[in-house]
């Protein structure tokens, strides 16, 4: 149980495009998914919280027009780059809850490998 | 400053033996701390959560010590395999925040 789905899991294209990531909880109900950016060797690092139904709380630094953030449903989130440059290439990881409390483990996805070129 | 600090070398274990990974905080006063793995390419995933008031948690193999004195977290594998193989993260939390502290992760190598 209690799997993340996300898609895609590599894209690479050209810089200015905008890139869709989706992050779905296939067998659970997700009110909080979390998106994280991870470089080589490095921790995880938060971007933004997202919230089923409202918006999404980023994080100190974090482009929020930049890093469109969607939660229109309890089981999907999406993540669009817009307008991605090559200092945008990175690992981006979504997570979901599933279940309330801010102990409750997150079930993350096997993350997007974004190259822009 | 805040931080948390994974051993940033590879640990190299012989198959067999008990392999311990290190999390150290300093300036936080977590309510819990949790531990994943993370294989190349891949997600992490959950292995074990510890409250402050926990010593000690065990899962089959595993087992982790949270000394809040010290700072401290103690993951260890027994009986380690080839499979476990991977890099473990520690995570910090609050009760009163939902997000988590992350430290960078200790890539643990099992040799056969």
């Known amino acids: 149980g209690a799997v993340v789905s996300q898609h895609p899991s590599w894209v690479i294209c050209k810089s200015g495009t905008s890139v869709k990531i989706e992050c779905r909880s296939l067998?659970?109900?997700?009110?909080?998914m979390f998106w994280y950016r991870q470089f080589p060797k490095q921790s995880l690092m938060l971007m933004a919280t997202?919230?089923?139904?409202?918006?999404?709380?980023?994080e100190q630094g974090v482009e929020k027009d930049k890093f469109l953030i969607n939660h229109a449903s309890l089981t999907l989130s999406t993540l669009t780059v817009t307008s991605a440059h090559p200092e945008d290439s990175s690992f981006y990881i979504c997570?979901?809850?599933?279940?309330?409390?801010?102990?409750?483990?997150?079930?993350f996805g096997d993350g997007t490998r974004l190259s822009i070129l | 400053s805040q931080k948390i600090e994974q051993n940033s070398e590879a640990l190299n274990i012989q198959e067999g033996k008990t392999a311990t990974l290190t999390c150290n905080y300093t300036n936080y006063s977590p309510a819990y701390l949790q531990w994943y793995r993370q294989d190349p390419g891949r997600g992490p995933v959950f292995l074990l959560l510890?409250?402050?008031n926990e010593k000690e948690k065990r899962k089959e193999r595993l087992k982790v010590t949270f000394d809040t004195t010290l700072k401290q977290s103690l993951f260890h594998i027994t009986a380690s395999q080839p499979a476990d193989s991977a890099t473990y993260l520690c995570a910090l939390g609050m009760d009163s925040n939902y997000q988590l502290i992350w430290g960078a992760g200790t890539k643990l190598i099992i040799k056969p």
């Open positions: 997570s979901a809850r599933e279940a309330p409390g801010s102990n409750q483990p997150q079930h």
């Open positions: 997202s919230n089923e139904g409202s918006k999404a709380t980023y």
């Open positions: 067998d659970f109900q997700a009110t909080t």
């Open positions: 510890i409250r402050e």
